[in-house]
Each structure stands twice: as C-alpha cells, then as structure tokens.
C-alpha cells in the first residue's frame, strides 16, 4: 500500500515563480521526512528534511511546511530557476523511508 | 567526508540471465545499506535493507536477494532474470542510530531483454 500520496504528478513554472509540492501520510508513527531532487539519469539527491517538531523549515530558496494534525507536508521552491528543472520525491518513515511517486518540475525560462 | 559507489550505470541483459550489481560505502562505519528500484515515472520501491554483516530484511518478494559479505559492501543479486525485472536500481545508505537520512548512489540502469 502507498503511505506516502504526492501531489501533482508534474508541474510547469515560470522562471521566478513559485513551485509547491504536496504529500501526505498516513503513519502517525513517521518522525523524519526529507525531500529529494533526483535529475535524470542520476540518484536522487537529498534537499531538505523536516522533523515532526517543527512547523516550518527554510533553506535558501527551498521551504518545507509541515501540519502534524493534518499527516501533511509540502515543499515551496521560490524563486525558480531553470536548473531547479527536476523530479522531487517526498519520503517518510522512521529507521526506513516510504517515497512519493515524484513530481516532475519544469521552470521555462 | 562519505562516498557511496555503485556499478554498473548501465546493464542489458537477456532474460533468465543472472544478476549481480554492488555497492560500497566509503568513510563511515556499521551504515544502513538499502537497494531501492526506480520504475519509468514512478517512485522509489524499498526492495531490501541491511542494518549489518549478514542481515538482509525483505520488504517485496520477487525474483531478487541481497547480501551483505562485508560491513560496507551490499550486492543485489538475481538467478534467472525476469522481463519485469527492468528498472533503475538504486543503493543508499543512511547513519545508524536513529538518523534516517539516506544518501544514494548514482544508480544502475538495467534492461532485461
């Protein structure tokens, strides 16, 4: 069964405009949950992570929001450039993750 | 600083052929080893993972195993290739105890023709 739902499956952004990324879960019992880049051909990469503790993380350009009571979480990529261009996985777990489908990102120049 | 190795990046093999693809980690010790597979537009399925020498847990049965010989060294294996066996294979790593953080390998492009 797919315990972590992500959506959209692809997105098309403008150069400067702003790219959000949901996902939701369903075990209460998850208590870390990263985002990852993957470009193609190439391992995904990790981008940015969130423990259940905290409601909002920031880094650079990239923002994690995090709703404990909803099982939500989603990533906002400002600003987007063209090399943001990528798939974004979503993944939660404890001692092992569970991922997203991926969505795939398009900023057009 | 941790590096992670996995051969090969690509792989074309006949059905009912074996399999053997192998990871290694650098720069750290007693790591979680995983192999994850990558379907065409689809997400990541968690296919093994390790916690140590030896310990290979099972998390989709099909026509794959894992062992790990070495602390560092993790190889996914197939005796008789599948067509559904196509996909890219993935090694990852995470620090033990308690961080999850997996870090990946650059991956294994398998086609199973």
């Known amino acids: 069964q797919q315990q972590v739902k992500q959506s959209p499956q692809s997105l098309i952004v403008q150069k400067g405009g702003i790219s959000i990324i949901n996902c939701a879960y369903e075990?209460?019992?998850?208590?870390?949950f990263p985002w990852y880049q993957q470009f193609p051909g190439k391992g995904p990469a990790l981008l940015i992570a969130i423990r259940p503790d905290v409601s909002e993380k920031k880094e650079g350009r990239f923002t994690i929001s995090f709703n404990k009571s909803a099982k939500q979480f989603s990533l906002h990529i400002m600003d987007s450039q063209p090399g943001d261009s990528a798939t974004y996985f979503c993944a939660a777990g404890d001692y092992k993750l569970s991922f997203g489908a991926g969505t795939t990102v398009t900023v057009r120049a | 600083s941790q590096t992670i190795h996995q051969w090969p990046a690509t792989l074309v093999q006949p059905v009912g052929s074996p399999l053997s693809l192998e990871c290694t980690v650098e720069?750290?010790?007693?790591?979680?080893l995983y192999w994850y597979r990558q379907a065409a537009g689809r997400g990541l399925q968690l296919l093994f993972y390790s916690v140590g020498i030896g310990q290979i847990s099972s998390e989709v049965p099909q026509n794959l195993s894992a062992s790990r010989p070495q602390d560092r060294q993790f190889i996914l294996s197939s005796k008789k290739l599948l067509l559904s066996d196509s996909g890219f294979y993935l090694c990852?790593?995470?620090?033990?105890?308690?961080?999850?953080?997996?870090?990946f390998g650059q991956g294994t492009r398998l086609t199973v023709v």
């Open positions: 720069g750290t010790s007693n790591p979680n």
């Open positions: 075990n209460t019992a998850f208590d870390y």
């Open positions: 990852a790593w995470s620090v033990r105890p308690g961080k999850t953080e997996a870090f």
